[in-house]
């Protein structure tokens, strides 16, 4: 199975050349040929979201428990509808109560949100929970307990016996606290980008302005230990210089037990 991650950054028309209207199509290309069975977006707006699915041929956003608040952005989940079945999905706000719309606590900047699905592998019919969230980019101390309370919601939701991936934007590096919180309440996870021995790389660009200010992977997907990955990387196509993102997307492939 293959998955891909990708901040799409949101809808800001002060973008200039690299706005939303002039990059969908190249974002929606790329994915396009990653040929991923599920899709993790985050920082879009729900309209945003819709116009890229309707570039997506075959794709739909797992939705379905959802009341759109089409002033907030959302991590979103897609699956390519001919390989992949959706059992269960909810979502949590990452808030000292995750089920009240809009909530926000922790000194975080922005209402932030983890979305979840039970999925199958209509190929190999595996069933593994896929969750996808967008940490603040506020206090650390705001990403440490939206890590808290994403930790328990998923385990107070997620079957015991199925395998779980964690995808997203997290803000932060994966050698430091919010890492340690995911571990803490899932230690099933391990990271397979330093399980494979990959040099560490830059996910966030800022479309091509801050490739060198440091090397920090803030885009991470996390995988149980149940699940081997064959290979995990980062796609940095372009047209020009034209970006897809001003995040580069994680492709992630593994197999299922």
């Not at 991590?75 to 079945?85: A, F, Q, S, W």
């Not at 967008?134 to 990403?143: E, F, I, K, V, W």
Request: glycine share 6%; aromatic share 8%.
């Amino acid at each position: 199975m293959r998955v891909v991650s990708s901040n799409i950054r949101f809808d800001n028309p002060a973008d200039g050349d690299c706005a939303w209207p002039n990059r969908k199509e190249l974002l929606a290309d790329v994915l396009l040929k990653l040929e991923p069975d599920v899709i993790a977006t985050q920082e879009g707006w729900g309209r945003q979201v819709r116009e890229l699915v309707s570039l997506l041929p075959g794709f739909r956003i797992v939705d379905e428990h959802r009341d759109w608040i089409e002033s907030r952005m959302y991590p979103c989940i897609l699956v390519k509808e001919d390989h992949v079945d959706v059992r269960e999905s909810g979502d949590s706000w990452l808030s000292a109560t995750p089920q009240v719309p809009e909530s926000i606590s922790f000194g975080s900047y922005f209402p932030r949100l983890l979305t979840w699905a039970v999925l199958r592998d209509r190929r190999t019919e595996k069933s593994l929970v896929f969750a996808n969230m967008h940490l603040d980019n506020g206090p650390d101390h705001a990403r440490i307990e939206q890590a808290k309370v994403a930790g328990r919601e998923l385990n107070a939701a997620r079957p015991e016996d199925v395998p779980v991936i964690i995808a997203g934007d997290f803000n932060a590096p994966p050698d430091g606290k919010v890492r340690e919180v995911f571990l803490e309440h899932l230690p099933q996870l391990v990271d397979p980008w330093t399980k494979l021995g990959k040099t560490e790389e830059a996910s966030f660009h800022g479309f091509g302005q801050h490739v060198n200010d440091d090397i920090a992977r803030i885009d991470w997907i996390l995988l149980d230990k149940r699940l081997t990955c064959r290979d995990i990387r980062l796609d940095k196509s372009s047209r020009g210089a034209l970006t897809p993102s001003d995040h580069y997307p994680v492709v992630c492939d593994f197999d299922c037990p």
